[in-house]
C-alpha cells in the first residue's frame, strides 16, 4: 500500500471536488490508486512536456486526476484533482 501526499493545489482541487458531484469517483481513484497505482482498468496515461513523468487518469470529461510515484518510498504525490486546462 502507498501512502498518499497531496500538494498545496490539490488541496485546493479538493472543495471544487467536494461541491461538484466528483467525490465518490475521485474518491475510487485515489483508493485504486494507494494500493495499485498502475492497475488497468480505468486507463491511465503517461504526461509529457512540463509534466513528464507524471501519470494521468481521467475523472471525467474535462477533469483528470495527476499524480506521481516515487517507489523506494511507497509514497504517491497528487498534484491536481481537477481541469488542468484552467
Do not use: C
Not at 474535462?62 to 491536481?80: D, G, S, V
Amino acid at each position: 500500500m502507498y501512502k498518499l501526499i497531496f500538494s498545496p493545489q490539490a488541496k485546493k482541487d479538493a472543495k471544487n471536488i467536494s461541491s461538484s458531484g466528483l467525490k465518490n469517483k475521485v474518491n475510487e481513484l485515489l483508493d485504486l490508486i494507494e494500493k495499485e497505482p498502475l492497475l488497468y482498468p480505468p486507463k491511465f496515461e503517461y504526461l509529457s512536456g512540463v509534466l513528464k513523468g507524471k501519470i494521468s487518469r481521467r475523472i471525467n470529461k474535462q477533469h483528470k486526476l495527476i499524480y506521481e510515484i516515487f517507489e523506494e518510498e511507497k509514497l504517491i504525490k497528487i498534484y491536481r484533482m481537477w481541469t488542468h486546462y484552467q
